[in-house]
């Protein structure tokens, strides 16, 4: 296909909400970071798993042990640009801007780590800009 030689109307897909479902047992809280685990499930974000990336749930959703099967609740997630708790022990810093960042819990992310939460914007009243796009 040719490149363009005139501007083009380039319509945007506003996927920054999309439903998952929820592995049972989990408790997923709304604002929290959430991550994506083998077989598609969601679950509170956690800093020792390889995941499918990190999101932000936009709700609290139980994944209910009445449901068996994980999948029997659904949590909807956001992606954007989002203020977490700044880790103490790896604190991200100026020189951090633009890189990844990870995960230490559903709520504070690091310089370090083995889940990448997304990547680090700045720092906003001492929290981490971390923009979130699983």
Do not use: W
Request: hydrophobic content about 45%; aromatic content about 4%; overall charge negative.
């Amino acid at each position: 296909m040719p490149a363009l030689t005139a501007p083009r109307d380039t319509k945007q897909a506003l996927g920054d909400l999309v439903s998952l479902p929820v592995s049972s047992g989990a408790v997923v809280y709304a604002g929290g970071l959430a991550m994506v685990v083998p077989g598609g499930y969601a679950v509170p974000a956690v800093a020792s798993v390889s995941s499918g990336g990190s999101s932000v749930a936009a709700g609290q959703v139980v994944g209910r042990a009445e449901h068996v099967a994980s999948g029997g609740e659904m949590v909807q997630i956001r992606r954007g640009d989002f203020l977490y708790d700044n880790d103490a022990t790896h604190p991200l810093a100026a020189g951090d801007i633009g890189k990844a960042c990870y995960v230490v819990d559903d709520h504070t992310v690091a310089a370090e780590g083995v889940t990448v939460a997304g990547v680090f914007l700045g720092l906003a009243d001492s929290q981490a800009v971390v923009r979130i796009n699983p």
